[in-house]
């Protein structure tokens, strides 16, 4: 049986043609659930591409509103294909296939659009990776009692020292941390608060700032890359 496909999020608008071009390299025809986390640009940048140009099944987008031409251009072409995004129930599953679920909390949204993101649960056995969006301390103080340990974590807001709070790492107790951050960044991520939490805590990193595109693999009993394991080293 084919799994379902997920894409979450489409990184900045220049990246519109890699993402495409990533997707169909790899046999994706149809993306069963895409996930926009929040409206900023380096999130939804690419999607109003993807949703062009190849088959989408359910849209879900966050609780609150953007005028930005980017998040114009997604929702235009959302609607140029007939689709109607919705904001998901807090905590609503979606199966996959093969045993594969997908959750998402956090559909109540925050007081910006960073606390707004919406937070995706990935299980498949018992493998188990979360991927934070943009959300910072609010967003996690309020999910505590709902996100179970994973084994790999979607570090939030690309290393910033406003997310990944103490209380939310010992909660989540991941094995693996992903950090998704230009190289050289102008915002200096990821910040040394963050990546010192993660050294301490003993949690492997792994950086697309360090290692470029990172391709994960989730055997059911163990989550597996070729990537080479990263620094603790903090944004300049």
């Known amino acids: 049986m084919r799994g379902k496909n997920v894409l979450i999020d489409g990184g900045d608008n220049d990246d519109e043609q890699a993402v495409v071009n990533y997707l169909k390299n790899n046999g994706v025809n149809k993306i069963d659930y895409l996930i ?9 940048g690419g999607l109003d591409a993807v949703v062009s140009s190849i088959s989408v099944g359910q849209a879900f987008i966050a ?32 199966t996959l296939g093969n045993g594969e679920y997908i959750q998402i909390f956090n559909g109540n949204g925050g007081k910006d659009a960073n606390e707004q993101s919406l937070v995706t649960l990935y299980v498949n056995g018992n493998d188990k990776a979360l991927f934070m969006g943009d959300a910072e301390e609010g967003t996690e103080g309020e999910l505590l009692s709902k996100l179970p340990k994973v084994d ?23 094995q693996i941390a992903v950090v998704t951050a230009g190289k050289d960044n102008k915002y200096g991520h990821p910040h040394k608060e963050t990546m010192d939490k993660l050294k301490n805590k003993g949690i492997v990193v792994h950086r697309t700032d360090e290692c470029g595109s990172i391709v994960f693999n989730s055997t059911g009993s163990g989550i597996k890359t070729g990537c ?8 300049k």
Not at 228 to 235: A, H, I
């Open 36 to 44: 926009s986390t929040h409206p900023h640009a380096d999130h939804v």
């Open 63 to 94: 609780n609150g509103s953007a005028d930005t031409k980017t998040y114009t251009d997604f929702v235009k072409a959302m609607a140029n294909k007939g689709l109607k995004p919705s904001v998901p129930l807090e905590g609503a599953k979606f």
């Open 152 to 174: 790999m974590l979607k570090v939030g807001h690309h290393g910033s020292k406003s997310s990944s709070s103490s209380s939310f790492i010992n909660k989540v107790s991941p």
């Open 228 to 235: 080479k394991t990263g620094s603790y080293n903090s944004g």
